[in-house]
């Protein structure tokens, strides 16, 4: 085989996003611990909110697994890392664009009169709470820098954005939604921290919106890993979605197309990363990459767990070091261990799954001049599809606009992932080596997980689907986070 075209057969199979817990939650052993820094999922797609469809929506989320009642100090970002969605728009994957967030606490020490001392108190607030950070004990604001790097000329540049909403350079993050006591209206108090932003470069404002969401990843995370404890040919709307009463937090960013692309490439590739600072052994103020997370579902099986770690650490013009684990995709071998279907495993090398998620497909996401590397890739120029015509099967489902071009909260990737996984795409966008699998049977697997639709007005109910797990048709498009309290709309029932 040609030195290049297995090297990116190789890739490709490390970039396969495979089937686990969740599309990032906890997927290696050293983010496991830090979950204020653990990315959980990330968006890109042409937004498709009314009267916005010339702006590009990204999300990336963190802090996995977000019990709502998860108080006295619920969720707040790591005031010591920084936090980045980086955006090539060259095909080389690298930065081009990097969206860099850091976050700080202001603290008010409130404090009662207990029998004549001043004691401060143990919690959040101590009041109802308002967008003026009335009765809130801690709020936490954050800055937003963005750099670009021209690798034509190899210039760097960093500009802080403007909030044109409040005015300066500092940004704040609604309180998370703490119950119903505390803020009556979560929406409406929530709404009031989606800001206008100018970033240095652009001529049109953007918005950006930081703060918890209820989580809108789909996905059967017991039966999975109970031996994949369910029928993968059954209906998709058979088993209930694990994280319906979770909650996740969300750093999301809408900006004009024309300040994305580079004028001559309109697709582009994105991935978020989160760093913390370094050892006291390393130089001061460095910080090292703890996370990173592109397509979903990358680390969590297909890389070994010696290299998770590194993974996380690794940067995407690199992925070649990845080699050993991506030969051959594991996936349909265990599967077909558990269900024993031999015809469904896909001969190698996976070529299909090169077009799919590491070079795009030519025709849909590929870009003019493209390294392999395992980021999301959105074609701009694919006009976006309305709440009530989006199909959660994205391409596979004829829906262009969906993953693997870009992802929006409504695409089952989940499903789609294993169906690629499986051979839905052998022969289409690329063979699957001399022993081609049945794509017809490989299009029909699925956790049997799914969501209710694409917002409240286009739900899609039946089965054990939840009527909860929708979105919104608006910016930030991840649904209102469940309360802390009452227990009832978490669906934890008293004993």
């Known amino acids: 085989m040609n030195p290049s075209v297995r090297m990116a057969a190789a890739i490709a199979a490390a970039s396969l996003p495979l089937l686990s817990v969740a599309s990032s939650h906890r997927e290696a052993p050293f983010i496991a611990g830090l979950p204020r820094v653990d990315a959980t999922d990330l968006y890109l797609f042409r937004s498709y909110e009314p009267g916005r469809q010339g702006f590009i929506t990204l999300i990336a989320n963190y802090i996995p697994f977000q019990e709502p009642g998860g108080g006295p100090n619920f969720y707040g970002l790591d005031t010591q890392a920084l936090y980045q969605i980086n955006v090539d728009n060259s095909g080389f994957a690298v930065a081009n664009l990097s969206f860099q967030f850091r976050f700080s606490n202001q603290t008010k020490n409130i404090a009662v009169n207990a029998g004549g001392a001043s004691v401060p108190v143990p919690l959040i607030n101590v009041g109802p709470v308002d967008e003026k950070g009335t009765n809130l004990n801690v709020q936490q604001s954050y800055t937003l820098t963005v750099v670009r790097y021209d690798n034509r000329t190899n210039t760097r540049s960093s500009h802080s954005a403007e909030n044109l909403t409040l005015g300066g350079t500092h940004f704040l993050r609604p309180a998370d939604n703490i119950g119903e006591k505390s803020i009556t209206d979560y929406a409406s108090y929530a709404s009031s921290f989606i800001y206008d932003v100018m970033l240095p470069g652009c001529n049109t404002p953007g918005r950006v919106f930081v703060g918890q969401r209820k989580d809108g990843f789909v996905v059967n995370v017991g039966e999975i890993f109970d031996l994949v404890n369910l029928n993968p040919l059954g209906p998709r709307n058979a088993q209930p979605n694990a994280l319906s009463h979770k909650n996740v937090t969300s750093i999301a960013l809408e900006l004009p197309m024309n300040c994305l692309t580079n004028g001559s490439e309109p697709i582009i590739g994105a991935w978020t990363t989160a760093s ?7 130089p001061s103020g460095s910080q090292i990459q703890v996370s990173r997370l592109g397509n979903p579902l990358v680390n969590e099986v297909i890389i070994g767990l010696p290299d998770k770690d590194r993974f996380n650490a690794s940067n995407p013009y690199y992925d070649a070091q990845f080699l050993t684990y991506v030969t051959n995709p594991s996936l ?9 279907n031999a015809a469904l495993v896909p001969g190698t090398p996976r070529n299909d799954l090169v077009a799919a998620f590491l070079t795009g497909v030519k025709g849909l996401n590929q870009p003019q001049h493209v390294r392999p590397a395992e980021l999301m890739r959105l074609n701009t120029t694919i006009a976006p599809t309305a709440p009530a015509e989006q199909n959660d099967l994205g391409v596979l489902g004829g829906d262009l606009a969906g993953f693997p071009n870009g992802r929006r909260p409504f695409d089952d990737v989940v499903t789609i992932e294993l169906r690629v996984a499986e051979g839905a ?8 080596g001399a022993q081609l699998s049945d794509p017809n049977k490989g299009a029909a697997y699925t956790d049997q997980s799914q969501a209710a639709g694409p917002d409240a007005a286009h739900l899609k109910v039946s089965g054990a689907i939840n009527p909860a797990d929708t979105y919104l048709d608006t910016f930030p498009y991840l649904n209102t986070p469940l309360p802390g309290s009452p227990n009832g709309p978490n669906g934890i029932e008293p004993p």
């Open 332 to 340: 349909p071998v265990l599967l077909n261990a558990l269900f024993g």
């Open 425 to 432: 795409l052998c022969g289409k966008v690329g063979n699957c």
């Open 276 to 282: 913390i600072p370094s050892n006291s052994q390393q």
